[in-house]
């Protein structure tokens, strides 16, 4: 068991928990991810480890409660525990010094960003981050990100808080201005959003890494759940990824896996929230 030390709201259906788990904090780096059930017989739920405190042996998860199993996750408070926490898992991301590097989170993705732009900034890159959300209340890990970026730029799309419009936005004036231009771009958030980085910072050659989160059951590379591909070769997210290059993502066959268990998923929040039907 794995014992949960705090549980935070930090947004609407996103909770930061810290558990205690020794082996992991002292052996993570940045762009992993552990597995998780809540108890057993539960599903695994894949879950960056947003930081991690080897000496005091925990690690911080941000979780995104929007299904049945997350929010089973979600609903163990400090104190309680969680069944599995198995990891690390993934390849860390491949850090390096670009000079300058922009880093792009998209709501929950923000969270998966944290690690590897702090690593980036860690290694010397002089980091603009650019954080979006739907509203003021969505935008999450602002101070903790100023805190090593060289400037951190936020867009909401109602305008209640930074600049009004999408992520997207705030990049194209990195990207079009040469004495701006990063040598290098992360995205990290919803799907939509990577492609469309991706497809931005294409025609100028800027190197673009994505963070993919596709359906994930082992997270070991045994059972081709999260097979993605990638510059028209099949790639498992797990062992492979989770960064891949943007460039050679294909966006649209991720979109179309990702929503082969939505009705089903809808079915099991319904049951949850004690409801008959979809
Ligand atoms: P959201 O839909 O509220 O979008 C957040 C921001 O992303 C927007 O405000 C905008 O700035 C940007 N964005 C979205 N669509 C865009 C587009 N078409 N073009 C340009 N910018 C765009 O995000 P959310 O609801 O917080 O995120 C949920 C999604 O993120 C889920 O689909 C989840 O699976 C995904 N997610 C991905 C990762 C990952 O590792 N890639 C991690 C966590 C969550
Ligand atoms: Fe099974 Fe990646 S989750 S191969």
């Not at 797990?238 to 998923?265: M, W």
């Amino acid at each position: 068991m794995f014992e949960v030390i705090g549980n935070d709201i930090l947004a609407p259906n996103l909770h930061r928990l810290t558990v205690r788990a020794p082996r992991v904090a002292a052996a993570r780096r940045a762009g992993q991810f552990v597995m998780v059930r809540s108890a057993a017989g539960e599903e695994r739920i894949p879950l960056t480890i947003g930081d991690a405190d080897p000496a005091a042996g925990t690690i911080t998860l941000y979780v995104q409660a929007i299904g049945a199993s997350t929010r089973r996750i979600v609903a163990v408070p400090a104190g309680g525990a969680l069944r599995d926490v198995a990891g690390p898992l993934g390849l860390p991301t491949h850090i390096a010094n670009w000079g300058r590097v922009a880093c792009i989170g998209g709501g929950v993705g923000t969270a998966v960003l944290y690690p590897l732009a702090r690593a980036l900034a860690e290694a010397g890159n002089e980091v603009t981050t650019i954080i979006g959300g739907r509203s003021a209340q969505y935008i999450i890990l602002k101070d903790e990100l100023a805190a090593f970026s060289r400037e951190l730029l936020i867009t909401t799309e109602d305008g209640s808080l930074g600049r009004k419009g999408f992520v997207t936005h705030a990049l194209d004036d990195l990207i079009t201005d040469p004495k701006l231009r990063p040598g290098a771009v992360f995205a990290v958030g919803p799907v939509p959003m990577m492609r469309a980085v991706a497809e931005q910072t294409r025609p100028h050659g800027i190197e673009t890494v994505v963070s993919l989160n596709p359906i994930m059951i082992d997270g070991t590379g045994m059972c081709g759940g999260c097979r993605v591909v990638v510059g028209g070769v099949s790639r498992f997210a797990c062992v492979d990824g989770p960064e891949f290059d943007g460039h050679q993502v294909d966006f649209a066959n991720l979109t179309d896996r990702l929503s082969t268990y939505r009705k089903i998923e809808a079915e099991h929040a319904c049951r949850l929230a004690g409801k008959e039907t979809v």
